[in-house]
């Protein structure tokens, strides 16, 4: 998939010096060593030698000292006279992880306590031509907020706070630090708590006047106009007259401007007559224009000051409107209703600092070639870094964007408080030209797990307080998740909407409700399958109007595991193995749902691959049950995308990119036209098709029960019509009908539609469950297609091979994976190198590949 050019953002004629080239050390220790900026300690420390790899066996357990020291980073810098002549000289660090005092030439300049903010100091005073010495100090994290916690006299609620691990016993600190939560772990995550220079840092001179934001507010929106209001930041050393002149390249719009010294707000309205307008993927053009302002000074013919920002023109809003079952809940974009397809995303990296912008590309063109058209930003993370939305916008991936809470209760004191205020405002001014924010959300699930209005819900939380703790602690979080938050996305990104937490009942409806799977408002986070060992099957039953977030567990590939496991660790219960297993109970789970649905595996390795079929099974029934209920449900977002290291999690990538099984799951389940399966429990079979187009389509329906060694027993034809951005029931008939004279563990009953002779889309139904299939060794042929140069291969069976996992020498990605081949249905597959600078390059040599389906990693060969 080809994305839309990107462009990058100017500003001039402003000066502008990298930092770069650092020492750091510990403050206890004398010997600075080398560092690498953006980064954190423990990256510093790994290049230097000093520590283990984080990530490999348990080393993560021995690296929780580092934490609890104060760290020091040291760089030098010259400045030329053009610089010092400039009227303003000022140091931007755009991320100091977290608490930091900084001093320039000995004297104190900037005192920080917020990872999430942009932190400016005025050195004009303090530096000097040449030698100039800045030096920062950060604080222990720990150190810095445990006497918060003794302040406050009792732990706020922090489940994923791993403080044992840390060494902290029960004390859990990171509810007070604006700093992103999974550093103190999570259940797919491990614990390291980093310090260090994570953004760029930089030296900044100018005079006169700088433009400091522009923002394209987009006030009215259609296929006729866009009514635009370009809202300008400048600031000046003087009173001055000039020209605000903005262009998007074919037009242009000016306003005379009067400034006064300091900081001026300025707005230019303009129209563009018959836009171009942006969608998301698979609904239309991905189109992106950049809009340049420059101020001219009264008399001048140059520019001043200058900015430029790239963004889609779209009207997007979510639609929650009262109707007989409810309240709806979905997003319409440019007045069409999109029924949002994806997943939640979590940092891509323990140290982020360590995610290149290929590692960015990648993730989001594996969305975007598995059908995506959202992301959850999930709210245990960072605002994402820049990459991360330009690649969104380009692709046409919505984004859901959270504010940096999750999973706890936070302070309310007022220095808290205001900190928070800042970093959103400054949050929200950072994205808001981005065409893919669909909605800010105040947190992750901190609202359905206090559940103040039901005082037997909820995650248990109320019970550890008293009456007067509960109320200051509901009061503080009304203040910052119905107050703070909501004032920063109005004011700053008018015309967004904002949703104070996630999941949670419609805001229009009764005020005491709480989000619980069965809510006919709001959005849902569905976890009876898995955390309560629920079936598969009540998929198909716990289905709300929007659902953003359920999943399931597996393991990454052997070749993944490896990277971080000897062989001698490979065994479930192993100790490496459990530390690589955040959720508790998580592998235990794995095998107790194998047991219940698959086949016993042969060995560990090849309990690594059933997982992963296992998995992708179940965000099959979960995916496809989602979208038969379209327009009733409208959002399906698994969890999760993408992992922060090599870990057993809900991913459907593993740490290193790599496909699991689940994630070609989605790619058919999320796919544009979709047919699905249906059991009711009255025994009757239904199919459905599913379409995201606005047209109707038309097909032939072909059913055709096969027994496993390919003979075609009974076949059934119809002409369909499909209803456009909706889900149709094309066929209902007795499950008994199909299967009369025949064994349930030895029959598939194939769908297709077919359009122009050719099948759009294919389904299988079985009749029984996977450790029921009368499974038999199977001859796979792998033939290569000529023409292709080794790209393209044909994979044919002699009896029914059940989830073909396909495996290449080269590093990259087949077409498709974990399918189920038919004898005398052989199946076409292409494949694509990953390449530096994208995420899959064109049609490449596999080298050699091989083929193995599910019946070669069973533990009984001879079912």
């Known amino acids: 998939m080809k994305p839309a050019q990107s462009h990058g953002q100017e500003q001039a004629p402003i000066t502008g010096i990298p930092l770069t080239r650092w020492i750091f050390k510990a403050s206890t220790e004398e010997q600075w060593l080398p560092a690498v900026v953006p980064g954190c300690v423990h990256t510093d420390l790994h290049r230097n030698g000093q520590i283990k790899p984080p990530f490999e066996k348990t080393n993560e357990h021995d690296l929780q000292w580092i934490d609890k020291l104060d760290w020091e980073y040291q760089t030098t810098f010259d400045l030329t006279e053009d610089v010092l002549s400039k009227g303003r000289i000022e140091v931007v660090f755009e991320g100091l992880d977290t608490y930091a005092d900084v001093t320039l030439n000995g004297q104190p300049i900037l005192s920080t306590d917020n990872m999430f903010r942009i932190w400016r100091a005025d050195i004009r005073k303090h530096v000097q031509a040449s030698g100039n010495e800045l030096h920062i100090r950060f604080r222990s994290p720990i150190k810095e907020d445990l006497p918060k916690l003794q302040k406050l006299g009792y732990n706020l609620p922090a489940s994923n706070d791993q403080s044992e691990l840390g060494g902290l016993g029960e004390d859990k600190v990171s509810v007070f630090a604006r700093k992103a939560p999974y550093h103190y772990g999570w259940d797919w995550g491990p614990r390291f708590v980093t310090s260090g220079i994570w953004r760029d840092a930089y030296i900044m001179a100018w005079s006169d006047v700088r433009m400091n934001d522009l923002f394209v507010r987009q006030q009215q929106v259609t296929a006729e106009e866009a009514v635009l209001s370009f809202e300008l930041e400048l600031e000046s050393e003087l009173a001055a007259e000039g020209l605000v002149q903005v262009t998007n390249g074919m037009e242009q719009w000016t306003a005379n401007v009067s400034l006064k010294p300091g900081i001026n707000n300025v707005a230019v309205p303009a129209v563009i007559s018959r836009p171009k307008l942006w969608w998301s993927l698979g609904q239309g053009e991905q189109h992106l224009y950049t809009f340049s302002a420059a101020y001219i000074p009264a008399g001048s013919e140059q520019a001043a000051a200058s900015k430029s920002v790239r963004t889609g023109l779209r009207s997007i809003r979510l639609v929650r409107e009262k109707d007989e079952a409810g309240a709806t809940f979905h997003f319409e974009l440019n007045g069409v209703p999109i029924f949002a397809k994806g ?18 590309r990648h993730e989001i063109a594996s969305a975007a070639e598995s059908g995506m058209n959202m992301l959850r930003v999930w709210g245990g993370g960072i605002y994402e870094q820049s990459a991360f939305y330009e690649l969104c916008d380009e692709y046409g991936i919505l984004v859901w964007q959270d504010f940096m809470f999750a999973c706890s209760m936070y302070p309310w004191d007022e220095a808290f408080l205001e900190n928070v205020k800042r970093e959103a405002e400054q949050n929200v001014k950072r994205l808001r030209n981005y065409a893919s924010i669909a909605l800010w959300c105040g947190n992750n699930e901190i609202d359905s797990a206090w559940q103040q209005y039901d005082e037997e819900g909820g ?16 009061a503080g979080y009304e203040r910052l998740f119905h107050e703070i938050l909501a004032e920063a996305v109005a004011s700053h990104h008018p015309g967004m909407d904002y949703w104070p937490s996630s999941p949670m009942i419609d805001l229009t409806g009764d005020i005491g409700q709480h989000a619980h799977p069965l809510s006919t408002e709001g959005d849902i986070h569905y976890w009876g399958v898995w955390h309560a060992v629920e079936p598969f099957d009540n998929y198909n039953k716990k289905v709300g109007r929007f659902m953003s977030e359920y999943g399931f567990q597996s393991f990454p590939e052997y070749d993944s595991v490896r990277t971080f496991a000897d062989e001698s660790d490979m065994e479930l219960e192993s100790k490496v193995m459990l530390a690589h297993q955040k959720n508790g109970n998580g592998n235990r ?3 107790e749902y194998m047991d219940m649905y698959f086949s016993e595996p042969k060995d560990f390795a090849s309990f690594l691959y059933m997982s992963q079929v296992q998995q992708g099974e179940a965000m099959k029934m979960a995916i496809e049950a989602h979208r038969r209920r379209m327009p009733y449900c409208m959002g399906s977002l698994y969890w999760q995308m993408n992992d922060c290291w090599p870990v057993a999690s809900w991913a459907g990538m593993d740490y290193y990119g790599k496909w ?17 399966f249906e059991r009711t429990d009255d025994g009757e079979l239904r199919v459905y098709a599913v379409t995201d187009r606005p047209q109707a389509q038309e097909g032939l329906l072909r059913l055709g029960l096969h027994a496993f060694n390919g003979e075609l027993l009974r076949k059934k034809e119809t002409a369909v019509k499909v209803e456009g951005g909706r889900s149709t029931l094309v066929y209902a008939g007795k499950e008994q009908a199909w299967l009369a004279g025949c064994e349930a563990g030895n029959v598939v009953l194939v769908a297709e539609l077919a359009q122009e002779g050719a099948a759009a889309c294919r389904s299988e139904y079985y009749f029984a469950p996977p450790k029921n299939l009368l499974l038999a060794p199977s001859s796979l042929k792998i033939t290569e297609v000529p023409g292709s140069d080794g790209s393209r291969f044909l994979i044919a069976a002699d009896t029914l091979a059940k989830a073909v996992w396909l495996q290449a020498e080269e590093e990259g990605r087949f077409s498709d994976n974990f399918f189920d081949v038919i004898p005398g249905q052989p199946v076409e597959v292409e494949f694509r190198r990953r390449e530096e600078g994208q995420a899959f390059g064109q049609p490449a040599s596999a080298g050699m590949v091989t083929a193995r389906s599910m019946i070669d990693f069973l533990a009984d060969q001879a079912k």
């Open 660 to 676: 699991k099984a689940m994630q070609y799951f989605a790619k058919k389940s999320f796919a544009e036209l979709l047919l699905s």
């Open 343 to 360: 997943a939640n995303h979590i940092p891509n990296d323990s140290f982020v600092t360590e995610v290149t912008k290929e590692r960015y």
């Open 589 to 591: 789970l794995i095998k």
């Open 459 to 474: 995650w248990g939380w109320k019970k550890g307080y008293t009456a007067e703790q509960r109320e200051a602690i509901w």
